[in-house]
């Protein structure tokens, strides 16, 4: 069954720090924090529109929710909490900090319904905490998944690739930490420079440097794959394409793009067959043929065909044929050469 989500923004509602990359209101859209009452509006306009059968939940976003007093927490919950108890909705999660989790807050949002809390973490590098003004270290993000994950909520990770003072090694220490606390799920949102924002001033005097698209798009890569192996899935790379982020005043620098998602899977779709090629006694130049699902056909090509013409352009193939399958799983292929066919699949990528 295909999740609907109803999103209710919070911007900026509870934050007791000022992240040198957050401006909620630019990112979401929204310059005012809804009302309890705004929140049944929203939720009962968006049930309407339902005529499917969906998992539909309710999710709060922009805000550190679990900072706010725990009256005003519920009575915003109350709205959802009613809805999951009459059936009308399957879930309701949350975002917050990693510093506003306590075992008392955690109990009072599951008596209230609530089922997933995601984490802001952005990095488990304490250097690179410190830069971002975020105003808790590392241990921190482990204690409060510790705690969620003893009152038997789903928790997530969101974290940040490309913050000041992170490099590769300090990415790939994030990861292996973030896989050790074991979170269901995590959201990977590369650091764009925000209007607005301490980082947007910082770049102004050149003392930042966001990472390119390319750069973003390969450690997003990394991490996907490493945590996907790890039995962790990766819900969403990049931020979510909008009207706002779309505005050249709201997103100043940085690998902003409306589909960064697929260009990450196309990317690891390159190292899959990259890899193939090179691992294998191709004689050259020779023709390949790619079996696979019929919705990855746009992500194997790459942009404007940049994977298949940099594959031919790379390793002297004549031609590479594509045919859709929907035999194949999603994120599978089948390659064929010299009258031999070989699963692939992206744990086979062994450079990572």
């Given at each position: 069954m295909k999740h609907y989500i109803i999103p209710i923004f919070i911007p900026h509602l509870g934050c007791q720090h000022q992240c040198i990359f957050c401006n909620q209101q630019k990112i979401t859209g929204k310059l005012t924090p809804v009302t309890a009452m705004q929140v049944g509006a929203i939720i009962n306009e968006r049930l309407a529109a339902?005529?499917?059968k969906r998992h539909i939940e309710v999710a709060f976003y922009g805000g550190s929710f679990t900072s706010l007093?725990?009256?005003i927490q519920n009575?915003?919950?109350?709205?959802?909490?009613e809805c999951l108890r009459s059936g009308r909705i399957h879930a309701i999660r949350l975002s917050t900090?990693?510093?506003?989790?306590n075992a008392q807050t955690v109990n009072n949002l599951s008596k209230q319904g609530v089922t997933i809390v995601e984490l802001g973490v952005q990095s488990?590098?304490?250097n690179v905490l410190v830069r971002a003004a975020r105003g808790h270290n590392s241990q921190v993000v482990a204690e409060a998944v510790t705690i969620l994950k003893k009152t038997g909520l789903r928790c997530g990770l969101q974290l940040m690739p490309g913050l000041p003072g992170e490099d590769w090694i300090s990415l790939i220490r994030t990861v292996q930490q973030s896989v050790k606390l074991r979170p269901d799920f995590v959201r990977i949102y590369p650091t764009v420079v925000i209007a607005g924002t301490a980082l947007a001033e910082s770049y102004r005097q050149g003392a930042y440097h966001p990472l390119s698209l390319t750069q973003a798009v390969v450690r997003s890569a990394y991490m996907k794959i490493v945590f996907q192996r790890q039995g962790i899935d990766v819900i969403r790379t990049g931020l979510q394409a909008s009207e706002e982020l779309d505005s050249k005043e709201t997103v100043i620098a940085g690998p902003y793009h409306p589909a960064f998602g697929e260009l990450v899977d196309s990317h690891i779709f390159y190292l899959m067959l990259a890899g193939f090629i090179e691992k294998n006694p191709i004689r050259f130049p020779t023709n390949l043929i790619i079996r696979h699902h019929?919705?990855?056909?746009?992500?194997?090509r790459g942009q404007y065909n940049s994977n298949i013409n940099s594959l031919k352009r790379c390793y002297r193939l004549l031609r590479v044929s594509l045919y859709a399958d929907a035999t194949i799983k999603k994120g599978n292929l089948v390659v064929g050469y010299g009258g031999q066919a070989y699963l692939m699949n992206k744990n086979m990528i062994s450079s990572i």
């Open positions: 339902i005529n499917q007093p725990e009256g009575d915003l919950l109350a709205p959802a909490t900090r990693p510093d506003c989790i488990l590098d304490d019929p919705q990855d056909c746009s992500k194997i």
